[in-house]
């Protein structure tokens, strides 16, 4: 059974700082999304991650995959603000079927 | 951009009543989902179909749950008899052609069940 674990589970940060959320998973996939949720909202995808070394960036996010390490990470580059929200990683498991992490809520302090 | 519409909003409804969720996929997708996230919690997977019929379902998704896509438009989650634990968020989804593709998330419905 696939088991997917994100850390940290909560994040306060400032402005213009680094970060990076890990997101581990426990049986081979190769397929794994990011995603953005602000709080009483739907989902909205960020990344999806095809490949081992795959690696995407948008604005001051940037994801990557490492599959031989079961390991993806979404760095976070100078946070703004707007950047405040729970991220999810989702991974495609063997039925081909999205399972989720818990989520990082990140606070991004002014 | 197309997107995924979920109706209603907010549902409140008495424990033991039968409740609807009604989705409108995005219009040339093929495969539709429900997900659900307790608040606070995880999101998690509750159905997958195409083809006019189930393809996955979850441990959630027992006998009072059912989906149905009743004409060319409509995706619907029902559960039968609702219970305190089935307050969730419940988020439709779609994708163009597998679960392998990005999914697309409707604003969800918040059930509250009393």
């Known amino acids: 059974e696939l088991k997917v674990e994100q850390n940290p589970l909560f994040l306060s940060m400032q402005e213009e700082k680094n970060y990076t959320i890990y997101c581990n998973y426990s049986?081979?996939?190769?397929?794994l999304y990011w995603y953005r949720q602000d709080p009483g909202k739907s989902l909205e995808s960020l990344f999806v991650?095809?490949?081992n070394g795959a690696v995407k960036q948008e604005g001051r996010l940037m994801a990557s995959l490492d599959t031989k390490a079961r390991l993806s990470t979404l760095h976070i580059t100078a946070a703004v603000h707007d950047l405040s929200a729970t991220y999810f990683c989702?991974?495609?498991?063997?039925?081909?079927?999205?399972?989720w992490g818990a989520g990082t809520k990140l606070i991004i302090k002014p | 951009e197309p997107e995924v519409t979920q109706t209603p909003s907010h549902q409140v409804t008495q424990m033991g009543q039968e409740v609807i969720l009604r989705c409108v996929p995005i219009?040339?997708?093929?495969?539709f989902y429900w997900y659900r996230q307790i608040l606070g919690q995880k999101v998690e997977f509750l159905v997958s179909?195409?083809?006019?019929?189930?393809?996955?379902k979850s441990e959630i998704f027992d006998d009072q749950f059912s989906v149905e896509r009743p004409d060319g438009s409509n995706f619907t989650l029902k559960i039968r008899s609702t219970k305190l634990e089935d307050s969730a968020m419940y988020f439709c989804?779609?994708?163009?052609?597998?679960?392998?593709?990005?999914?697309?998330f409707g604003s969800g419905t918040q059930l509250s069940v009393l």
């Open positions: 219009s040339n997708h093929l495969y």
């Open positions: 049986t081979t996939s190769d397929r």
């Open positions: 989702a991974v495609v498991d063997s039925n081909y079927q999205l399972i």
């Open positions: 989804a779609s994708s163009a052609r597998g679960p392998n593709e990005k999914l697309f």
């Open positions: 991650l095809l490949s």
């Open positions: 179909f195409y083809n006019n019929e189930i393809s996955e």
